[in-house]
């Protein structure tokens, strides 16, 4: 059965904005059928799979414009110029989401630079909205439901809203009770922590005996209502992207770095092993070969030793002991394709040792070819090196 994805949903409040990262936020963490709130500052703020940002009804104007059929496709470069009697400010300053519903664009504005600012400080915590809303899109159009939303209520009533300060939801304010229609407010939408301040019996004296506290014990935890209008539109869509909890994984971060740090040394360590093995070796293969071609220019010992073992060129050298005589009698046994490097030939009491760059298996018919002169043993002696040593009958 799969698992609930978790949503985060953000209800920055009026006052707070324009926010920054020791701002407070109240918050909702949705996991399936669970439901955590509380209230952090924006760099502090739960991690979660999904975000939704809320913004302050106040903050949101909603209207309806009518647009030609075939204006549809350029509604969002026709629509600031549909709106220029309405707005207060110049309609560039406005960030504009739509949705038609049947004939009708219906429209939300919000102002560009705070709803930028809002998310530029989110992003810098690592929280980026998925989805943005008008917080009042959680209750239902028919303006029967009052929104509690920390410094006001919220109302809708069509495409449109109302919205009416208040710095306490004890009593109704007074735009509201004057602004009232044939059908008042039926329910009010507060959470459990803030019911207990209201005073009923005067909210009942001004909205009628009717009115109740809407069942639901957390508005904001409520579905998106249908005809919400997502904010997240044109410059500020949200896309692909991946919420991740950047201060919690500061700790991962850092052991990360440290075990890159390690790999990065013990790296360098080995290479410089390997590489002091191999100038060892090639001091030993140059030793070899002036004791075995005394006054010969070196170049490359390893390739002028096969040359000469091959007979490419004249081998004839002062051999002044049994033993060097022992070694080139012996030598040309120990060469070998190309493919496998001898980087070593020594000959010590009696034995001729001889240093190959591979791996055991890939001289095993060398290995059988020598048996008929001698004892044959391999060993391994460093990674990649294999050292076989031939006892003469």
Same mark, same amino acid.
């Given at each position: 059965?799969?698992?609930?994805?978790?949503?985060l949903?953000?209800?920055?409040n009026e006052?707070a904005?324009? $926010?920054?990262l020791?701002?407070e936020i109240?918050?909702?963490?949705?996991?399936g059928?669970?439901t955590?709130?509380g209230?952090?500052?924006?760099?502090?703020?739960?991690?979660a799979e999904r975000?939704?940002?809320?913004?302050p009804p $106040?903050?949101?104007l909603?209207?309806v414009?009518?647009l030609p059929?075939?204006?549809?496709?350029?509604a969002?470069?026709?629509?600031?110029?549909a709106?220029?009697q309405?707005?207060l400010?110049?309609p560039?300053?406005q960030?504009l989401a739509?949705?038609?519903?049947?004939?009708?664009?219906q429209?939300a504005?919000?102002q560009?630079?705070?709803?930028a600012e809002?998310?530029?400080?989110?992003?810098?915590a690592?929280?980026?909205?998925?989805?943005?809303w008008?917080?009042?899109?959680?209750v239902?159009?028919d303006?029967?439901?009052?929104?509690?939303?920390g410094?006001?209520?919220?109302?809708r009533?069509g495409?449109?809203?109302?919205?009416f300060?208040?710095?306490s939801?004890t009593q109704?304010?007074a735009?509201?009770?004057?602004?009232?229609g044939e059908?008042?407010?039926?329910?009010?939408?507060?959470? $459990?922590?803030h019911?207990?301040?209201?005073d009923?019996a005067a909210w009942?004296?001004?909205?009628?005996?009717?009115?109740?506290?809407l069942?639901?014990?957390?508005?904001?935890?409520?579905?998106?209502?249908?005809?919400?209008i997502?904010?997240?539109?044109?410059?500020f869509?949200?896309?692909?992207?991946?919420?991740?909890?950047w201060?919690?994984l500061?700790a991962?971060a850092?052991?990360a770095?440290?075990?890159?740090?390690l790999?990065?040394?013990?790296?360098a360590?080995?290479?410089?092993?390997w590489?002091?093995?191999?100038?060892? %070796?090639?001091?030993?293969?140059?030793?070899?070969?002036?004791?075995a071609?005394?006054?010969?220019?070196?170049?490359?010992?390893?390739?002028?030793l096969q040359?000469?073992?091959?007979?490419?060129?004249d081998t004839t050298a002062p051999?002044n002991?049994?033993?060097?005589?022992k070694l080139l009698t012996?030598?040309p046994?120990?060469?070998?394709?190309?493919?496998i490097?001898?980087?070593?030939?020594?000959?010590?009491?009696?034995?001729?040792? $001889?240093e190959?760059q591979?791996?055991?298996?890939?001289i095993?018919?060398?290995?059988?070819?020598?048996q008929?002169l001698?004892?044959?043993?391999?060993?391994?002696?460093?990674?990649?090196?294999?050292? %076989?040593?031939?006892?003469?009958?």
């Amino acid at each position: 059965m799969p698992t609930a994805v978790t949503t985060l949903r953000l209800f920055p409040n009026e006052s707070a904005l324009p $926010a920054s990262l020791t701002t407070e936020i109240e918050w909702r963490l949705l996991d399936g059928v669970h439901t955590r709130s509380g209230y952090s500052t924006v760099e502090q703020l739960p991690a979660a799979e999904r975000i939704e940002l809320f913004l302050p009804p $106040a903050r949101v104007l909603r209207t309806v414009v009518n647009l030609p059929a075939s204006a549809r496709k350029q509604a969002r470069k026709l629509l600031p110029f549909a709106l220029d009697q309405i707005l207060l400010g110049e309609p560039t300053e406005q960030h504009l989401a739509y949705a038609f519903v049947d004939e009708e664009c219906q429209l939300a504005a919000v102002q560009r630079n705070v709803l930028a600012e809002l998310l530029n400080t989110l992003s810098q915590a690592g929280r980026r909205p998925r989805a943005s809303w008008s917080a009042d899109m959680l209750v239902p159009a028919d303006g029967s439901v009052l929104l509690w939303c920390g410094n006001g209520w919220a109302r809708r009533e069509g495409a449109g809203a109302q919205w009416f300060d208040a710095p306490s939801p004890t009593q109704p304010p007074a735009l509201l009770t004057a602004s009232l229609g044939e059908q008042p407010p039926s329910a009010l939408a507060i959470s $459990a922590e803030h019911a207990s301040d209201l005073d009923m019996a005067a909210w009942q004296t001004a909205l009628g005996d009717d009115l109740r506290i809407l069942d639901h014990e957390d508005p904001l935890s409520l579905p998106i209502q249908r005809d919400a209008i997502d904010l997240m539109q044109g410059e500020f869509a949200s896309g692909p992207q991946l919420d991740l909890d950047w201060p919690k994984l500061r700790a991962t971060a850092y052991l990360a770095g440290a075990v890159l740090v390690l790999a990065t040394a013990a790296w360098a360590g080995q290479w410089w092993s390997w590489r002091a093995e191999e100038k060892a %070796l090639k001091h030993e293969m140059n030793s070899a070969f002036l004791a075995a071609f005394p006054g010969t220019p070196i170049v490359d010992a390893q390739l002028q030793l096969q040359t000469k073992l091959q007979g490419k060129t004249d081998t004839t050298a002062p051999v002044n002991d049994a033993a060097l005589a022992k070694l080139l009698t012996l030598a040309p046994r120990f060469t070998t394709n190309a493919d496998i490097k001898l980087v070593g030939l020594s000959y010590l009491e009696g034995r001729i040792s $001889a240093e190959y760059q591979t791996k055991p298996d890939q001289i095993a018919g060398l290995v059988q070819s020598l048996q008929s002169l001698g004892k044959v043993e391999t060993t391994n002696t460093t990674p990649g090196h294999v050292r %076989l040593t031939l006892t003469p009958k």
